[in-house]
């Protein structure tokens, strides 16, 4: 009998995204973010439509069926008090968020990416410390969870990999993830124009 490697789903969603996020990290990046106050402004502004697509998986009752820590993972209510600090009116976004109309499977995925990025807020939370920004004024999106980030995203990880899913979900669970990113890029589409 042979030994299987077997890898988790969170492996599975890093792979298949990974392109897709080094993309993504180098394109803000190049835009220098950390370089000002007002290029950090800009960044936030994509954050935050990005975070506010995402607001409705936390209140999701399907979701917080499998997750039970879900309501307190949201970061709407930082992110709105950053734009505040840094001056910015929130945007008047009419429609309802997108991840209101999305089915269970396609949340997860969602989900996924959107508690995948407090990892990497790890390093951008460190940049924005050198413009005067924390977790009380103006970076609170970003500051890390008390019980830290690692333990934060393995609580996340154990539940997502814990669940049984079928094919078909499990591919709407990919293609979740695939659309999520493919949203900030339209955010930063919009903000880096
Ligand atoms: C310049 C911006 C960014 C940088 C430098 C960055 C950097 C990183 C780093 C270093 C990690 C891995 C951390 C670790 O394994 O301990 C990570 C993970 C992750 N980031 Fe980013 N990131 C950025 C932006 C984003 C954005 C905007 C998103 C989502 C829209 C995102 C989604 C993710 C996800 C889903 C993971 C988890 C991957 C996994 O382990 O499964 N990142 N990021």
Not at 22 to 37: E, G, H, T, V, Y
Not at 77 to 91: H, K, N, T, Y
Request: net charge negative; glycine share 6%; proline share 3%.
């Amino acid at each position: 009998m042979s030994a299987v490697a077997e890898t988790t789903r969170t492996q599975d969603l890093k792979a298949r995204t990974h392109a897709t996020h080094d993309q993504l990290d180098q394109r803000i990046m190049a835009n220098q973010p950390f370089a000002s106050r007002d290029n950090y402004a800009r960044f936030l502004d994509a954050q935050y439509r990005f975070l506010r697509d995402a607001d409705a998986l936390y209140d999701n009752p399907e979701l917080a069926k499998l997750f039970p820590d879900l309501a307190e993972r949201r970061r709407y209510v930082s992110i709105a008090a950053d734009m505040g600090d840094l001056g910015r009116a929130l945007p008047q976004l009419a429609e309802a968020p997108i991840s209101s109309q999305l089915d269970v499977a396609t949340a997860m995925g969602w989900l996924y990416v959107v508690e995948g990025s407090k990892l990497g807020a790890a390093i951008l939370y460190k940049l924005a410390n050198k413009l005067g920004l924390d977790e009380k004024f103006g970076a609170r999106h970003l500051a890390g969870h008390p019980d830290g980030r690692a333990r934060h995203w393995r609580a996340f990880t154990s539940a997502l990999d814990g669940l049984m899913l079928d094919e078909e979900s499990e591919a709407r669970v990919t293609a979740g993830a695939v659309s999520a990113f493919a949203c900030m890029n339209a955010h930063l589409d919009q903000v880096y124009a």
